[in-house]
């Protein structure tokens, strides 16, 4: 942090932060801020911890409403901006953003006016509202900055006043919802004559900032502790430390406003009082003091923003894409007249059967491309078709596992018969293979199920993103889908079933590696020395009839495994893409004079509105930043992923 602030006091970096700041700025006077967190400063601490003093000590100027108990009652957003003498020597003035064309020089009148303010949204009984107040002063004085004044942390409720009882809670909360945000710095204020560990206002940053990244600790009232004590272990964060560290400062003293002290008197007497202390005097110059803590806001919020801006320009684009895209789902508002009404129904059903067709067959579609990471509806389909009878195809898989040598020996003698023994039946092997093949049906109308269920929840997805603005044509499409979807699903599922029951019912085989098998098992087993010992032919006989049923099985299987999903493919899955768009339009020809007089619910009309606004939004601030060149971000020549700022 010390490299950092000795770099941008003695470079150009002081030039730059005007810019950035002035972009950060502009992007919340568009209104950014509603849709894009932006980098800021907040100012937090208990109430009576001298923020007001220290404020007022960074502007140079004594501006501030003063009284007993909370006195900020609404965020007062402070933009400083610096007029440099070379260019043009000025008077400080102000400019409240309710009236922009005003400007202020008398600053008891900007007091006044922040009263006014205050009173005109919270009213006169000391209610603390959380809508700011934007306040920008003009001087050559200041330096280039934008900092939100918070109500103090507030323990009890002022009598006679509308401040709720759990305004401690109320107070904190508000500072919580400001200094969440990660995009925040929080500028904790504490008084160095209480203890640090009791601070209200470094507690709740380290609530949300527990390793003191984006914390500046500023110790105020150090010219009132007890006698002999100090601050310097506060100071040098040897008790609580913070990555950004802390400062100390000396405010006027309350004495000192009722004396109508000047701000710039009390900043010398500041420089004075840090001299001549016999500890502070000892410390680095950067540890102590208003200029001190000025230098150190304006180093630590160039480099923040300067890190944040390109996270932020990706989000206006990203946002405004999403708002474009859903604005085109919305589509135009709705026509008067039938015909065009109709002309509107019709482009829809198009957008929709197109949308579903382009989907199942995968077809890039550049507003899902950046966003969506789901495979496409053809993807989904084939891959339950690949897991289609995944058991039955495994190497370890045998049809006759669950039959023992005597089931097998006991279909043998079963389907005997009176022919000649010796010779294997034909139904003994039509015994045990039939409840396999019978297996192979609940897979096959499961995988027809699961494509059907498929196409039907991206049907009503593609419909609700279509159709959502008119919820009676939507639901008269929906069941006009279902319709189509069950037809083909019943077509379907009786061309599956007759593949099944086919091969159920008429075994035949073509296939040279069942043919060649068929003579390997008897003479195997014949074959042998002299001597050898006569072979079982019951043995015989049980294991080439295992091994045939487990042989035409797998030739079964290998086939349907086909010739399902084809079916399922071609009477579902291509079938309903066809008859839907053809289907839709007779349907809603005949509805026609009903459709004609449909209407557009109010909640869609207002979406459209909000999207509208929010796009001029996002067009605007991606306008402030495309202005200035300096602020695109930049890629390493070597790693495109890589920006570079």
Known sequence: MAEQESSFQGSGLFDNLRKLINVIDELRDVGLQQYIRLPRIAVIGSQSSGKSSLLESIVGIDFLPRGSGVVTRRPLELR????????????????????????????DQVRQQIDFLTDQVAGKRKKIINDPIVLTIYSNDVIDLTIIDLPGITRIPLKDSDQQEDIEKVTKDMAYSYIKDERTIILCVVPGNQDISNSDGLQLAREVDREGNRTIGVVTKLDIMD??????????????????????VKGRSQKDINDNKRVSKALD???????????????????????????????????????????????IKDKLKECEDRLKD???????????KMQLI???ITDFTENFKNTIKGKYDQRRSNINTELSGGAVIKMMFNELYEDFIQKTFRATREYSDKDIQTAIQLHQGDSIPGFPSIDAFLYLINPQLEKLKDPAFECLTQCYNYLEGLANKILKKIFSRFPTVMDEIADITSRVLQAQRDQAKEVVNNIIESEQGYLFTNDLGYLAHRTHLIPAQESGKEGQQQIDAEKAFINELRSRVDVYF????????????????????KAAQEQLQYQLYNE??????????????????????????????????????????DLQPRYDGQNPQKQVV
């Not at 260019?87 to 005003?102: G, H, L, M, N, T």
């Not at 919305?330 to 065009?340: A, F, I, T, V």
């Open 588 to 629: 809603i020809m005949r509805s026609e004079d009903s459709l004609g007089s449909i209407a557009e619910p109010a909640n869609i009309a207002e979406e459209r509105d909000t999207l509208n606004k929010t796009i001029e939004v996002l067009q605007k601030a991606h306008r402030v930043i495309k202005r200035d060149p």
């Open 269 to 315: 007497e500041e420089r004075l009082f840090f001299a001549q202390h016999k500890v502070y005097s000892t410390m680095d110059p950067k540890f102590l003091g208003t200029k001190a803590l000025t230098n150190k806001l304006s180093s630590v919020l160039f480099y923040h923003i300067r890190n944040i801006l390109p996270a932020i320009v990706k989000e």
């Open 80 to 107: 400083l901006v610096h007029v440099p003498p070379n260019e043009r020597q000025i008077k400080p003035y102000a400019i409240f953003d309710v009236d922009k064309s005003k400007k202020w020089e008398n600053f």
């Open 330 to 340: 919305l589509g135009p508002s709705l026509p008067r007249e039938q015909k065009d």
């Open 554 to 573: 797998n030739i079964v299987v290998r086939n349907v495994r086909d010739s399902i999903p084809k079916a399922i493919g071609f009477f579902l899955v």
């Open 227 to 248: 006698a002999d004590t100090d601050a310097r272990k506060m100071i040098m964060g040897l008790e609580i430390p913070l990555k950004l560290g802390y400062v100390g």
């Open 346 to 348: 019709w482009t829809m």
